[in-house]
Structure formats: structure tokens, C-alpha cells
């Protein structure tokens, strides 16, 4: 008969224990979401859990001068519902507000996401428009910083050692206006098939100064769009028109997956996505 060993520490000190403790068949679970679906798809019984649900401080979302402070256990309804995420990264309000279902929102959290790495993963995009910073505890109770995209390799595979579990992800405070849309099967309560973030600087007179984009699901991990980029540079937002991005939209696709036959549905995917972005970065810049 198999045994599941459960520690669901209370302190940063609880927890460093329980990871000095840890073997190969140790699991950390915030949310679960990830988690439970990978073992009932393995068929991995017989684990040790350590759950990070009662560490109070990972849930907390705060700010300093200049930064976005999210604890890795911050649950998507709860980041749907902060002030600070919509004023600063609002994004990632989108990204979490198409994901899953209400249930899945009020239970899985954004390290969790990060941590299981998919290439779906809707929030990791987001990141890494904004280049977040991933923090990190080990064992020993020593704390590390390191790059999104670092952290995340993609296949459901990260960075972090096997003593090591994140705490916090931080974000630069900027006046950047952005967005993210998606595509999959349905509109919500599904995996993202394509998904993308738009991040731009705009001047008073409506010119867009800097943009960076990224797109999920095209590859292991999200990629930086520069040829759509180029073409928004020092455009007027509201003259874009959806021609002038057409052709850059599919040589990106293009350069990110030529072999893959599904290329063709996601050029259309993600000329869809585009244009659904830029008419969320207008309504924002004219709510101000």
C-alpha cells in the first residue's frame, strides 16, 4: 500500500526544513492545478508533499518606490482583483482573467505557473514583456534573484535546483500601457493554443516609442516578436491599420516554427491576437 506524506509548514524557517528534507519523490504544491493533472497523468503515487498554502507572506501583493512585489503564492483571483497589478501591469490582470475557470483562478497561483514552465503557460508571457525578476529560497535559507526567462526553460521544465522553491516575483514599476489576448478552443477554461503580450511606451501625441512583444505557445518558451515590433515603432496607435502588421506577423510566425504544419492557423491565430491587443491599448490610453 502507498503512503502520501504531507508538511504544510508555517514559516520561511518550516519551510527550509521540510526542503532540507526533501527526496526525488517530493512534491511542492501551491494551487495543485499543475500538479494533481501531472499525476494522474504519470501515475505517480506514493509522493511527499510539501504545501506552501499556510506561508501567509507568499501570498501578499505590496510595492516599494519602484517596484510590483507578487508573492509566488498570490492566486490568480487574487492578482484579477489587486489595484496595484491594474494600475502597473495590467496584462497580467488580462492573462489571469482568461484562465480557467473560477475555481481553477481561486486555487492556482503564479508561481505555480512559472514553476511548471509550460509553454502555454498564459501569465509567463507577461513576465517576460516586463522582464521580471524570479525570487528564490533554498535549504539553507539563502536567497537568490534571477531573470524570467532564465527560470522558465519551457516543456514544463525550470531552472531551479531540487532544494529550491520561488517566493516572490518582482516587476519594475513603469507607465507602460499593455495587453494580452489568447487563442484557444474557447474563450476561457482552456490551454492557450497562441497567447501574446504587448507592451508599449507612448508619447502624448500618440506615438508609440518603444513596444516589446512577446508570443506563447509558438516554442518552449515565450519569444520576443521583433518584427512586429518594428512595425508598431513610431506609429500613431490609432493608425495602425491591420495591413501594415500583416506581413510581419507572418514572417515571425514563420521564423519561430517552419517545420511545424500548425504555422498556418497560427498566422491567422495571431493576427487576430494582435489586432484584439491594440484596440485593448487604445481603450486604455482613452480611459486617461
Known sequence: MTMTKFKAPDTIEELCDALRNKNKNTYVIAGGTDLIIHFNKK???GYEIIDLTKLKELKEINETENEVIIGSGATMTEIENSLLINKY???LNDSVYNL????VRNRATIGGNVANSSQSGDTIPVLFAYDANVEIINSSGIIRTDKIENVVEGLEKNSLN???VITNIIIKKTNSK???SKVGSRKTVTISKL???IKIDISDDMIINNSVIYLGAVGPKPIRAKFIEEKLLNK???D???????DAIHLQIEDAIPDRSSKHYKKSAAEGLVDDILNKLRRQIWKN
Open 162 to 164: 531540487d532544494d529550491e
Open 89 to 91: 501591469i495590467p496584462a
Open 43 to 45: 501515475g505517480i503515487f
Open 195 to 197: 497567447n501574446c503580450c
Open 240 to 246: 495602425i491599420a491591420f495591413s501594415d502588421l500583416h
Open 100 to 103: 480557467g475557470s473560477e475555481q
Open 178 to 180: 499593455s495587453a494580452f
Open 236 to 238: 500613431n496607435i490609432n
